[in-house]
């Protein structure tokens, strides 16, 4: 009898793993978008069909372990590029065990979203009768996925939100960031997941089912009517900016040979670029390897190279803060100054520092190509520019939707990515390139991006990709954005629905709790 409980335990954990597989094949490099809507559903049966069991808690971490794993582990698979790191002194097995506990780590941390849902709605179920009425159930588990999640993208370590998986493809769903984030696109597929999931359940009750097909078409219906909208172009916003794609390989990007390819491919872009007309010119992150100092602008071609053309350019570098260097993007006006500096805020952990590093240093210190420690750039920077306010995202930072809503409320006109991606496979900068896109959609931006290897990108307010470059290729690309000074809801108010939806669940609980 034991033996056939655990057979039937693991038949239902292999169940809530194929759903995490089906939830995993929506972004890149499968983009399978529409099965989002979907793949929730094995989890969402599992967990409340168990809630009353002896056992339910220990039912429902493995449930939510099984499906997190499925999702985050494939979604995130490609974090083992980063192995081999045999050019960085690293030994190849030494490497290949960084990559693993890299991916491993950052699969777990996105399962304890996933598990911290699980247990709550089992502790609700067994322990408030409001619960047990499904209108009320969908509500509050839709508010609560919304809620981790918010709370997860405050941590340094945040990346596969479920609401990506509707980017760059189905851009009518994604128009419903502008209401309130990212999370709206979260909630809306949670919703629909949650309805199906209990019609399958309930059985008789095809007015889940309805309902649910219904909020689904309803939901792209507004989407698609915000799309089709037309996009002001005036002449006086509008700019002519220039795309420099260094393609320096990272095997070589912090040694002297690459410091030369890297001069040698930025000054000869910036020249080509700057006499196609452009008004200002965009490098990748740390394009130029080393300290943006006094001593290292006056003997590089690059800095000359401004000084004879007059065009401005945003250069990607390093700067000094005390002991520590940062990872910053500078404006570099036509006549050599330097205009302003931006310092990367969100930095990569293991990458770019390591967390708890008096515990960790010894054992993953060598991950880091880095002679110092970065240090994290404060998080209330303004980036002024001659073209106006800038909303700046340095690699990494473009997981972080309330970085980007941060700045564009306090004036930012236009978005400016910088990414390096040399690390990585297709996929890596395929997804990075989905986020970006719902960065322009939340806050109604242009997004210029330029990358060291690719995909660097222009993307318009309503997240059509109007130019994306080529993978691991030299390429150098002019185009014309327009500066906005719209703010949607999300801008205003920020993540405003799921606090709404979360206190509307609480209300209407304690109402039925009651009753």
């Not at 793993?17 to 929506?26: K, P």
């Not at 040694?255 to 010119?281: M, N, P």
């Not at 205009?339 to 390591?354: A, H, M």
Request: proline content about 4%.
């Amino acid at each position: 009898m034991l033996s056939l409980l655990k057979s039937f335990l693991t038949y239902r954990i292999f169940f809530a793993l194929i759903g995490g597989i089906i939830m995993g094949l929506t972004p890149a490099p499968f983009n399978a978008w529409f099965l989002a809507w979907i793949g929730l559903i094995p989890l969402w049966i599992l967990v409340v069909n168990s809630v009353e069991k002896k056992n339910a808690y220990r039912q429902a971490i493995f449930y939510a372990i099984a499906w997190g794993f499925g999702y985050h582990g494939m979604a995130l698979f490609w974090i083992t590029g980063v192995h081999p790191m045999t050019w960085m002194g690293v030994p190849w097995l030494a490497s290949l065990a960084i990559a693993l506990f890299c991916w491993l780590f950052i699969t777990f941390w996105g399962i304890g979203i996933v598990v911290t849902w699980s247990l709550i709605i089992t502790y609700f179920y067994r322990n408030f009768k409001f619960f047990q009425l499904v209108w009320l159930r969908i509500l509050i588990g839709v508010a609560l996925w919304s809620t981790i999640e918010a709370l997860w993208a405050k941590t340094p370590l945040y990346w596969s939100s479920i609401a990506y998986t509707q980017s760059p493809y189905n851009l009518a769903i994604l128009q419903l960031s502008q209401i309130s984030g990212p999370l709206t696109v979260t909630a809306a597929i949670v919703a629909v997941n949650g309805l199906i999931a209990e019609f399958i359940r309930a059985k008789k009750k095809k007015q889940l089912l309805w309902t649910g097909i219904g909020l689904l078409l309803t939901w792209h219906l507004i989407g698609l009517a915000m799309y089709i909208r037309p996009i002001a172009k005036p002449s006086e916003a509008a700019m002519q900016v220039g795309i420099i794609q260094g393609n320096i390989p990272n095997e070589i990007k912090l040694y002297a040979a690459g410091w030369r390819k890297a001069i040698e491919g930025y000054t000869s872009g910036y020249q080509i670029l700057a006499d196609r007309g452009v008004e200002a010119i965009l490098t990748p992150e740390t394009a130029l390897p080393f300290v943006w100092d006094e001593q290292r602008r006056e003997i590089s071609s690059l800095y000359q190279a401004i000084l004879n053309k007059g065009v401005l350019a945003w250069v990607g570098g390093f700067d000094r803060e005390g002991t520590r260097i940062t990872n910053s993007l500078f404006t570099i006006t036509g006549t050599g100054k330097t205009f302003s500096r931006y310092d990367k805020v969100k930095l990569v952990p293991l990458g770019e520092y390591i967390p708890f590093e008096k515990v960790l240093g010894r054992i993953i210190n060598r991950l880091s190509p880095l002679d110092a420690r970065l240090v994290t750039g404060k998080p209330n920077q303004i980036f002024e520019t001659p073209f106006g306010r800038a909303t700046v995202g340095i690699c990494y930072e473009s997981a972080f939707p309330e970085h980007f809503r941060r700045q564009t409320a306090n004036g930012g006109e236009f978005i400016l990515t910088s990414s390096n991606n040399a690390h990585y496979s297709e996929t890596m900068p395929a997804q990075h390139h989905a986020q970006d896109v719902m960065r322009a959609i939340e806050s109604d931006r242009w997004a210029v991006r330029a990358t060291n290897t690719g995909y660097s990108g222009i993307v318009d307010p309503h997240g059509r990709t109007l130019w994306l470059s080529g993978i691991n290729t030299y390429e150098l690309h002019a185009d014309t954005i327009y500066r906005r000074q719209t703010q949607t809801l999300y801008v205003r108010w920020g993540n405003w629905l799921t606090w709404f939806l979360l206190g509307l669940g609480g209300v209407l609980g304690v109402i039925f709790n009651r009753r």
